[in-house]
């Protein structure tokens, strides 16, 4: 029996968890979490009788005990409540399904505790993963990406040789704007931005799609994640998200995953490495599908993709600043209190107004996250 623990269980990745386990006989699932969705929560205790469900919003947990007063499960909140769920004794693997910096801390506990982690965090390596990987590998656990496009290379490279790849190719599907120039954006409302052409996915990923944030954070997790440098990680649109990532050997070779848009396989090929499974649904049809095309990214008009770039090269604490300042904006921007290309505005002025710092350590990382949130809040 597969025993795990999933951080954000009611958001996108968290529910897909949920339908591999449905799927899957031989995964109980021992632990959940959620920040205010109560309803959701409420209902997956129900369905999985784990022994704890942690509620980020301690008001939002009274209520959830209250409710479930007739089963026999722990309810926990706030910080502490994340990180007993993430040390939980009897789990293996830890699912990292969270939304932002949150998922930091909780990473590093369960790397404590010898869980192994299928992340799904992007964050957790953006800001942090000259402490995260250097952890994983002092206490022998496995980091088994969730984000499909490292997945697909995870896959790629099973049974190579790492010392043998010269790139990674990360592919994009441009997002519901590709193709646009920066004049186009200026006017684009919040319907239009969640209108992913492929991925169903939730609102903060949708919009980082559409500004080529989500594809530069992509890139800087890869850096960690394969022992990459920069100069040998390049993005490629492939609109149709058929081929989900490649790598690209020293002799010129090419190994690529392909598949139908559907995050499920990344989930149980996690859960489940290195074994495959069978996973119902849809297969890819190349009668059907006929052609794959590819395009550069549009790096003048999508912002976010450069700026990453730019944050990764210069180290230190700039990608916290980077990261942190997307996720105000792009809370904002959900908010409608500003518009698209202003997102680009926020985060540019942020990372010029930063004096970096080399090395930092969690204390500091999350110093930085407070300071530039406050930054913005004065500004905008």
């Known amino acids: 029996m ?9 958001g996108s990745i968290g529910t897909q968890t949920l339908d591999v386990v449905r799927a899957n006989e031989d995964i109980q699932v021992l632990g959940i979490s959620a920040g205010r969705n109560i309803d959701k929560l409420e209902d997956q205790v129900r369905e999985f009788h784990p022994r704890l469900a942690a509620v980020w919003d301690e008001k939002a947990a009274k209520d959830l005990k209250v409710r479930l007063s007739d089963l026999n499960v722990k309810i926990v909140s706030g910080m502490d409540g ?16 969270i939304v932002g910096m949150l998922g930091i801390r909780p990473t590093i506990e369960a790397i404590r505790a010898g869980k192994d982690i299928a992340l799904a965090n992007k964050e957790t390596l953006v800001t ?25 290379i995870f896959q790629a490279l099973n049974g190579e040789h790492k010392n043998e790849v010269h790139k990674l190719l990360i592919t994009a599907s441009g997002g519901p704007f590709r193709g646009k120039k920066r004049e186009e954006l200026s006017g684009v409302t ?30 800087m997790e890869a850096r960690w994640l394969f022992d990459m440098e920069l100069d040998h990680i390049q993005v490629v649109l492939q609109p149709q998200s058929v081929i989900h990532s490649m790598i690209e050997f020293k002799d010129g070779g090419i190994m690529a995953q392909l598949g139908t848009p559907d995050m499920r396989l990344p989930i149980q090929y996690a859960l489940f490495y290195p074994h495959r499974r069978y996973l119902d649904g849809e297969r890819l049809d190349f009668a059907k599908l006929k ?42 921007f959900l908010h409608q209190e500003i518009g698209f290309l202003d997102i680009y505005e926020i985060i540019g002025q942020s990372m010029s107004r930063h004096k970096k710092s080399e090395n930092p350590n969690l204390e500091k990382i999350l110093a930085v996250e407070e300071e530039t949130y406050h930054w913005i809040e004065s500004r905008w």
């Open 190 to 219: 919040l319907e239009d931005t969640l209108k992913h052409p492929n991925w169903v996915m939730g609102q903060k990923i949708t919009v980082d799609s559409a500004t080529l944030v989500n594809k530069g954070l992509e890139v």
């Open 128 to 152: 942090a993963g000259h402490l995260i990987m250097p952890l994983a590998k002092e206490y022998g656990v496995k980091i088994l990406p969730v984000d499909s496009e490292h997945s697909a």
């Open 291 to 332: 052609s794959i095309t590819f395009e550069e990214p549009d790096m003048d008009t999508f912002l976010g993709l450069p700026m990453a770039m730019e944050a990764s090269k210069a180290g230190g604490t700039m990608p916290t600043v980077f990261n942190a300042a997307n996720e105000l904006a792009v809370k904002k």
């Open 2 to 10: 597969k025993k795990i623990a999933i951080l954000g269980s009611t």
């Open 82 to 97: 994340l990180l007993e769920l993430a040390s939980m004794p009897e789990t293996e693997i830890l699912v990292t399904a």
